[in-house]
């Protein structure tokens, strides 16, 4: 069988991930069913019955490890839920808390009620202002994680239990295992380059180099996703391959080659502790050495096994790795890479280079582009599940920023260097002008690419994760039938084309009405086909969340603004949103309107004394909303009302929704025969009932 190795890392990958999906009680039994099959593969041999034997094994070995996980690790942590005690715990790493003098933290602890205990870890939302490496003592609640976005990413870092600080925060000294000596070698270097150079470079060196986030502006972040450079500033095997790179090359000539590896891997091995043991650093990490490893034993290193290795180790470890958004980026975008490296010694096969230098030069260029071109595609199904988008200039960002990247990490580390070192501080700010230039070059390039409209998409749902998938498994079944590449291009094209009309055809008719805002008092963005209408109320911040679900949706501007606050800003508000039309309720209805922006919507606005109202209509099916304390008596029954802080008097409905984390008090006592949601959207299809969906 043709690498093992890697086939049974990544089928374990993928067991675990599925895993999560299953009950836990059928773990066990499908593990014998596994075992059960595998030896009829076994006993008729041959290469069709080996994969067999390896999928059976595999299967078994995923499902039994994740029963023992639950067990033996995952259960027992999780019954301290809903109990208090005083722990001793470690500071594994924070960041800025919502309160003055809080941090969030992660912990370790290892002592409960005077007690030792296997070391367990906690989030903290608000933990009175600690650093890395610190231990302390305490008086907490522990609580389950919740079930949000975030709850795999906790169980990925082996986190299942949230803690809340009650009372006797008291320092017990410094941690002296290694982990926390990184933690605070760390800390010192971060705070080199803080020293030297101004911001935000400062903080987009401490990330490129350190792994350390906390000082990156959220601006920045947000510009360099937009422009498909977001993996630049997290450390992962662009930077550890740059790093081990610069040390092989300093080392090769001087002690030779087998002294160069040894030297890289040591490099490799710090790099990683010191960043922390993220999945994704230590992925890049075991691959790293697996390469250097190969060297010193003259041996080459194949890729797909240091993958399949390292998704192995990863999820032996701990199952729920598999389910890390970061580590799943990784493994897509290296599998991206190696495929565009199989594909080009293929075509140097097929197709020699061309003798003249600028045909060289361009071919080369070429195949640099594609790189970035295949990554972003092949991490989409992974960017679609989490609702994130991609930058269709992403290749040219890439090629403009990549080239420059391992300047940028050996400069940033020379800072550091330097700066630790009494009587190099000149060398160190000469590093860090040199390191600043490029990370200024990588922002304008940023900067540039963004400013480019209509080129950051937005690429989400069931839907769309199945056809990139397809379309993904498409180009390798061509790759491996060596269909040519304008064929493969012509098919590749059809079926995307087919899969859009198919999406159109299935999505005409259907309207969807959408919460945005984090309060009480959330606007609500009505959606049909590609026009859209805002109904807005509540707070300021709900701006921001409205043109955020524009953006989740690949809008730009609103077709139809509706105001429905008490104290209206309707020029700020629709210059904010781009809008076509707006309707301000206070200013322009008397006592009543109806308006009919899309083909299958009726909005109805109603103007009281104490508050406004409005109703959506889609095809006889109405969804009230409210901005303050009105009267709906003398409207008909409605079957969703999104509520606000305002009492509603006379109110109807067969679904009740309640945003945020309001108190509505009007409810108490209030006569509401109706089913109630927290945080959902209704999503109106025609000819079929509506589907209200838990957010």
């Not at 709850?151 to 009650?166: K, P």
Request: charged share 15%; aromatic share 10%; glycine share 8%.
């Amino acid at each position: 069988m043709k690498r093992p190795l890697a086939c049974a890392g990544f089928l374990y990958l993928a067991v675990q991930m599925f895993a999560v999906f299953l009950p836990p009680a059928a773990f066990l039994p499908l593990a014998v069913v596994f075992i059960a099959m595998s030896f009829p593969a076994r006993k008729y041999g041959g290469r069709l019955w080996a994969h067999l034997t390896l999928f059976c094994l595999v299967m078994a070995a995923a499902l039994l490890m994740r029963a023992a996980t639950l067990a033996v690790w995952f259960v027992p942590i999780q019954t301290r839920a809903a109990t208090s005690a005083r722990i001793h715990a470690s500071v594994l790493e924070t960041s800025p808390g919502f309160v003055e003098d809080t941090v969030q933290a992660t912990v370790l602890v290892d002592r409960m009620d005077g007690g030792a205990v296997r070391p367990f870890r906690v989030h903290f939302t608000a933990l009175p202002e600690t650093v890395s490496g610190e231990r302390f003592s305490a008086d907490v609640r522990f609580s389950e994680i919740e079930e949000n976005a975030y709850r795999f990413s906790n169980y990925a870092d082996g986190v299942f239990l949230n803690g809340e600080y009650l009372s006797g925060y008291r320092p017990q000294g410094e941690c002296s295992a290694i982990w926390a000596r990184a933690c605070r070698l760390r800390a010192v270097l971060v705070g080199t380059l803080k020293r030297t150079l101004a911001r935000p470079y400062s903080g987009m060196a401490a990330a490129i180099t350190m792994g350390d986030g906390s000082a990156l502006e959220t601006e920045v972040r947000d510009l360099l996703r937009r422009a498909g450079l977001a993996h630049v500033v997290v450390v992962s095997g662009l930077h550890l391959s740059a790093l081990s790179g610069l040390v092989y090359a300093a080392l090769r000539k001087l002690a030779g080659y087998r002294a160069a590896a040894v030297g890289a891997m040591a490099a490799v091995l710090l790099f990683v502790v010191l960043v922390g043991l993220t999945p994704s650093v230590v992925r890049a990490g075991i691959a790293m050495l697996l390469l250097y490893g190969g060297m010193l034993f003259s041996r080459r290193s194949d890729g797909l096994t240091s993958l399949g290795a390292a998704a192995l180790l990863l999820c032996v470890q701990n199952p729920y790795a598999a389910m890390d958004i970061g580590l799943l980026l990784s493994f897509s975008a290296t599998l991206g890479v190696l495929w565009v490296v199989a594909v080009r010694r293929r075509w140097r096969v097929e197709h020699p280079m061309p003798e003249r230098k600028l045909a060289r030069l361009g071919a080369e260029l070429l195949w640099a582009a594609l790189i970035p071109i295949v990554t972003s595609v092949i991490t989409l199904p992974v960017l679609s599940v989490i609702d994130s988008g991609v930058s269709l200039l992403a290749p040219v960002s890439n090629l403009l920023v990549v080239p420059v990247l391992p300047a940028a990490v050996g400069l940033g580390l020379a800072v550091q260097l330097f700066g630790a070192v009494p009587g190099l501080n000149f060398m160190a700010r000469l590093a860090g002008l040199g390191c600043s230039l490029i990370l200024h070059w990588i922002l304008c390039v940023a900067r540039w690419v963004t400013s480019v409209p209509h080129t950051f998409v937005y690429v989400s749902g069931t839907f769309a994760v199945c056809v990139i998938i397809l379309l993904c498994g498409l180009v390798w079944a061509a790759w491996r039938l060596r269909v040519s590449f304008c064929r493969a291009a012509v098919f590749c094209t059809l079926f995307i084309a087919l899969c859009a009309l198919s999406y159109a055809g299935a999505d005409s008719g259907v309207v969807r009405i959408i919460l945005a805002g984090g309060g009480a008092n959330p606007a609500v963005v009505v959606m049909e086909g590609w026009k859209t209408a805002v109904l807005y109320r509540g707070p300021e911040a709900n701006i921001a969340a409205v043109q955020s679900v524009l953006e989740q949706y690949n809008r730009e501007k609103a077709d139809f603004l509706i105001d429905l606050r008490t104290d209206p800003d309707p020029e700020a508000l629709s210059a904010a949103f781009a809008a076509r039309e707006t309707v301000c309720v206070e200013n322009d209805v008397l006592n009543h309107a109806v308006y009919a922006p899309f083909y299958d919507v009726l909005l109805y606005v109603r103007r009281q004394a104490d508050g406004n109202l409005a109703c959506v209509e889609v095809r006889g099916y109405r969804v009230g909303i409210a901005s303050g304390s009105v009267d709906f008596s003398a409207l008909p029954k409605l079957n969703v009302y999104i509520a606000g802080t305002g009492k509603p008097v006379g109110l109807s409905c067969d679904e009740l929704i309640l945003p945020g984390t309001g108190s509505y008090r009007w409810l108490e006592g209030a006569p509401i025969e109706a089913r109630l949601w927290s945080r959902a959207r209704v999503v109106l299809r025609a000819g079929a009932s509506a589907e209200i969906l838990r957010e």
